[in-house]
């Protein structure tokens, strides 16, 4: 039986993707990585959420290489009775950076938001002009959005850190990276709308 032209086209444009899927993929995740390189800057500021420890070993290895003085930590509670900034200071000083100056925001802030409209008049009422903010690789376009949304100053920076459940060039290939960049797209779209 011969295929109709009207029915070959989306065939054939079904084909070509499936064929084509390693070329066309990684755009999905690098969309959501919005990523500078780094700069001299006031402080360093690590979001929570973290449960591997990328984003505080990133930004003490910032820190160590003169980029910021300080390294600020958010760590909302609720982690057997600990606070994650806590836990993630902890972290890296038992990794080695015994040298690095931090400190920990504890809070109860359920969304990069709520971090940003805590912490960003702060950093501005200590007289931060500039604030590096690490992040996982997935998170920083949004996560840089949301904050310049929130306030005009300190100006912002991303730094991504290398998350070890999303790596953008073949996402599709593991479980969980495609429940990051599911999740990912849809804080994207909620943020988009107003959610």
């Given at each position: 039986?011969?295929?109709?032209?009207?029915?070959?086209?989306?065939?054939?444009?079904?084909?070509?993707?499936?064929?084509?899927?390693?070329?066309?993929?990684?755009?999905?995740?690098?969309?959501?990585?919005?990523?500078?390189?780094?700069?001299?800057?006031?402080?360093?500021?690590?979001?929570?959420?973290?449960?591997?420890?990328?984003?505080?070993?990133?930004?003490?290895?910032?820190?160590?290489?003169?980029?910021?003085?300080?390294?600020?930590?958010?760590?909302?509670?609720?982690?057997?009775?600990?606070?994650?900034?806590?836990?993630?200071?902890?972290?890296?000083?038992?990794?080695g950076y015994t040298d690095v100056t931090?400190?920990?925001?504890?809070?109860?802030?359920?969304?990069?938001?709520?971090?940003?409209?805590?912490?960003?008049?702060?950093?501005?009422?200590?007289?931060?002009?500039?604030?590096?903010?690490?992040?996982?690789?997935?998170?920083?376009?949004?996560?840089?959005?949301?904050?310049?949304?929130?306030?005009?100053?300190?100006?912002?920076?991303?730094?991504?850190?290398?998350?070890?459940?999303?790596?953008?060039?073949?996402?599709?290939?593991?479980?969980?990276?495609?429940?990051?960049?599911?999740?990912?797209?849809?804080?994207?779209?909620?943020?988009?709308?107003?959610?």
């Open positions: 039986m011969r295929l109709s032209r009207r029915a070959a086209w989306p065939l054939g444009l079904v084909l070509a993707l499936v064929l084509l899927h390693a070329q066309w993929l990684p755009v999905l995740a690098w969309i959501l990585i919005c990523a500078e390189a780094p700069r001299r800057a006031d402080a360093i500021f690590v979001l929570g959420g973290d449960q591997y420890g990328e984003r505080i070993l990133h930004a003490a290895a910032l820190a160590r290489q003169g980029y910021a003085p300080k390294v600020y930590v958010s760590g909302p509670s609720g982690i057997f009775d600990h606070y994650e900034s806590d836990l993630s200071i902890e972290f890296a000083r038992r990794r931090f400190l920990a925001l504890e809070n109860d802030c359920k969304s990069t938001r709520d971090e940003a409209e805590r912490y960003l008049p702060e950093f501005r009422r200590l007289g931060f002009k500039r604030i590096l903010v690490v992040t996982s690789n997935f998170h920083t376009r949004r996560a840089g959005r949301i904050f310049r949304a929130v306030a005009q100053e300190p100006e912002i920076h991303m730094m991504a850190a290398a998350a070890r459940e999303f790596r953008p060039a073949d996402w599709w290939l593991r479980r969980q990276d495609q429940k990051n960049l599911f999740m990912e797209w849809s804080k994207t779209f909620a943020n988009w709308i107003g959610l």
